[in-house]
């Protein structure tokens, strides 16, 4: 496109009185040659909006540089059509003004090194301005009804949130009926104010009104065989009764639901070895069909003992909780209470996790004088000469270990989510693991990749989600719940984290609003999460590729196939814009028309480096977390050195090593990246970018050695959005360093 560029400069909210406004638009006018430069006290105001879009209509300009607060706010005053019009912001508040100390030197009004700060951030803008290019958005994905996989209380109420809504669902089912784990239970936990009574199960209206819904189609006993594709057009082949249908979607939600963990590993808690231990869910089975009762003799129950954490948070079975087997041991000891009014109950605790309002009912149970709260380990289970369980525990209270008979012991055995065991017919046909196994892991594919027969992905990447440690997908729960690594697929209810009937409803109902914006943001061409309606996407000029599979390989979110001579093959609609293809690419033949390996590189050959010992410290620094924690160092006045430049990226995997050798060729100082935290607990937002580019800078020692510079001229951090507080002690932490080192050779060369 032809530009035409205008500058426009802000005065306001401070930036007049830390910085010369009118240098700044003489050096644009002059130095830069902006054909058009104008100056306003507030220019997010009305009339500073009115004069940009007077010189858009009347002026013809198509290119605009704002310096004036961060990108990050004042949206609605500078959001423009990126398919007719290049924006760039340049931040000259929060990062200028706002964060650093004005201390004027003797004769001169204003700090020069913080007006020579306000330059650079000017010179880096304009330069990455002249290189951008409208948005020509990639328009594949159209189709826009939902794909389901669960008939759970999870799958039902996002089918029928997504019908609600106006979308059509398609629900498929691996079971004849509709309701899967809930069908077992005998009643619901509290629903409703003052949360101390216990509700009936609404499975039952959940099924009929998905059953008489017109916009849902349901697939009973039904298994995927097989989903190709990409969000908006996503193929999948479904197996039912013997015959294959293919069914289209837009986006899929995830809500396979849960298994209860197999008690065959609990022999100690006397699991199969005594008839009068069974788990939490024989005993939500046997009070359904109104058939408590003693084991031995079908007598009346005298005593219960519930054991929680029953192969819970037990590193040799579940690591973890599974947030319900508190509340329903509670449940349960009400339902022998209501049938057997002089029964004694024990409940047997390590912790009591009643979370919400459920603290409610669990109040009312304590105030109950038939149940007995124990907290303790459970060191044996046994048997007593009259026939009864014997449990031995070291009780917390008593300080010592005692026995506690009973007519029947009850295990709380946790949630294994069903993505984690190996069910169903693989892709090619196979029956698969039998029902409750784990999944062995998939020949060549990464070990947090296990096969389940539940999605049976046609993707390079493997066939299911990837998952963390105990086996729930990876949905990226610390910044985006229901996201997984696998674009327009989200993970609901139970299958995604444990938790009851009441949560899965709710998180259906977000991960039906994220399918539906799926759906239509991908129809526009537009990205999702966390770039949210980015129209801009990757363009490769495969003239000069070298078939080296990086991007296709390091690419989180299986943007890439591999046609089969290492080409890569793009899917539009999986890409999340983060750049870390343009990164891992030697040949820089990736770019985004806003975002590109030349853009960079012009900013960083922007900035005046001083042949005196004035040092010159370049940032790269996350959009994500580390140059919002920069901007709030601004807005709570926080202080430090004027030296740095910082360039934001849209990940910090998005770098590419030829900005840190021409940063040091060009005689910069020293180069601080600012990235996520990687890791087991990674909290990057495109998973694993942060990891990537810490992986990359091993490879920096190279570069450094030919140039013949210090290796502590190049360093990364890992921070948080909330470091804000660190922020400061980072950056001049780090021009120590720098400054003990010495300046860079290469300056003035």
């Known amino acids: 496109m032809e530009k035409k560029l205008a500058v426009y400069l802000c005065s306001g909210c401070g930036i007049g009185e830390a910085i010369r406004v009118d240098s700044l638009a003489k050096l644009a006018s002059g130095e830069l040659k902006a054909p058009i430069c104008r100056t306003s006290g507030q220019l997010c105001g009305p009339e500073g909006a009115a004069q940009l879009q007077r010189d858009i209509a009347e002026e013809g300009v198509n290119c605009l540089v704002l310096a004036a607060c961060s990108p990050r706010v004042s949206w609605p005053a500078f959001s423009f059509d990126p398919r007719r019009i290049v924006s760039e912001r340049v931040n000259l508040r929060e990062q200028v003004a706002w964060s650093h100390e004005p201390r004027p030197r003797e004769g001169e009004q204003l700090d020069e090194d913080i007006q020579a700060l306000a330059e650079d951030q000017l010179r880096m803008g304009i330069a990455r301005a002249r290189l951008m290019e409208t948005a020509e958005p990639s328009v594949e994905g159209r189709d826009k009804r939902v794909l389901v996989l669960g008939g759970g209380v999870t799958g039902l109420s996002a089918a029928l949130n997504v019908a609600a809504a106006g979308y059509e669902a398609v ?23 003052p949360y101390t009574e216990l509700a009936p199960s609404p499975i039952a209206a959940l099924v009929e009104e998905t059953e008489s819904c017109p916009r849902i189609e349901i697939h009973r006993s039904a298994t995927i065989q097989s989903i190709s594709g990409a969000p908006g057009m996503f193929k999948a082949r479904i197996l039912r009764q013997g015959k294959t249908v293919e069914e289209g979607a837009g986006a899929i939600i995830l809500a396979a639901g849960f298994e209860p963990y197999d008690p065959r590993g609990l022999e100690e808690l006397g699991y199969g070895r005594l008839s009068a231990v069974v788990t939490s869910v024989a005993f939500e089975e046997l009070a359904a069909r109104g058939e408590l009762a003693r084991p031995s003799d079908g007598g009346p129950l005298g005593s219960v003992a519930f054991i929680q954490c029953a192969g819970s948070r037990d590193e040799r079975h579940l690591a973890y909780c599974s947030s319900i087997c508190c509340m329903n041991s509670l449940k349960q000891a009400l339902y022998v209470r209501e049938r057997y009014p002089d029964a004694k ?11 919400g309002q459920y603290e409610h009912f669990y109040q009312r149970a304590q105030e109950d004088e038939g149940i007995f709260f124990a907290q303790g380990e459970v060191r044996a289970v046994g048997q007593c000469e009259d026939g009864r369980a014997l449990v031995e525990l070291d009780s917390v209270l008593h300080r010592e270990r ?6 029947l012991v009850v295990l709380a055995t946790g949630m294994v989510p069903r993505t984690a065991l190996g069910e169903g017919p693989g892709a090619d046909g196979s029956e698969g693991p039998s029902k409750g196994e784990p999944a062995p892991a998939t020949a060549n594919l990464p070990s947090d990749i296990v096969r389940s027969g539940t999605l049976n992905l046609d993707y390079r990447q493997g066939p299911e989600l990837p998952s963390l440690k105990y086996g729930f997908p990876d949905s990226h729960f610390i ?30 109902r977000g ?3 994220k399918a539906i914006q799926c759906v239509e943001m991908v129809s526009e061409g537009k990205a999702l999460h966390p770039r949210s309606g980015d129209l801009a996407s990757p363009k490769l000029f495969m003239q000069r590729c070298t078939q080296c599979k990086r991007c296709t390989e390091e690419c989180p979110f299986g943007m890439y196939d591999d046609d089969g001579r290492g080409n890569p093959v793009p899917n539009p609609t999986r890409c999340r814009r983060c750049g870390i293809c343009m990164g891992s690419c030697p040949e820089r033949i990736i770019s985004f028309e806003d975002f590109s390996v030349a853009m960079v590189g012009a900013m960083i050959k922007a900035i005046e480096v001083p042949e005196e010992e004035t040092l010159r410290i370049l940032v790269f620094a996350c959009e994500n977390d580390a140059y919002p924690a920069l901007d709030m ?9 004027p030296f740095v430049r910082i360039v934001p990226l849209r990940c910090i995997g998005s770098l590419n090593l030829v900005w840190i050798a021409d940063a040091l060729s060009k005689g910069i100082d020293g180069i601080l990246l600012l990235g996520c935290k990687h890791g087991e607990d990674y909290q990057c937002h495109f998973i694993q970018g942060s990891a990537l580019a810490n992986e990359r800078l091993g490879k920096i020692k190279e570069t450094l050695d030919r140039l013949m510079l210090e290796p502590e001229r190049v360093r990364i951090e890992q921070v948080e959005i909330d470091d804000c507080d660190r922020i400061p002690a980072i950056l001049d932490g780090f021009l120590e360093t720098i400054e003990a080192i010495g300046p860079n050779p290469y300056k003035g060369v």
């Open 171 to 193: 629900l498929v089912e691996r079971e004849e009926q509709l309701g899967g784990f809930a069908r077992r239970l005998h009643l619901g936990y509290p629903r409703s104010a």
């Open 345 to 355: 109950i024990y409940i047997i605790y390590k912790d009591m996790r009643t979370p």
């Open 402 to 407: 005692i026995g506690l008979a009973a007519d």
């Open 479 to 508: 910044c985006f719940p229901y996201e997984s690594r696998r674009t327009g697929i989200f993970a609901a209810g139970s299958v995604r984290q444990p938790m009851d009937m009441a949560a899965c409803m709710r998180d259906a």
């Open 511 to 513: 991960a039906a609003l």
């Open 633 to 641: 160092v601004g807005l709570r006045r926080g202080r430090y050195n």
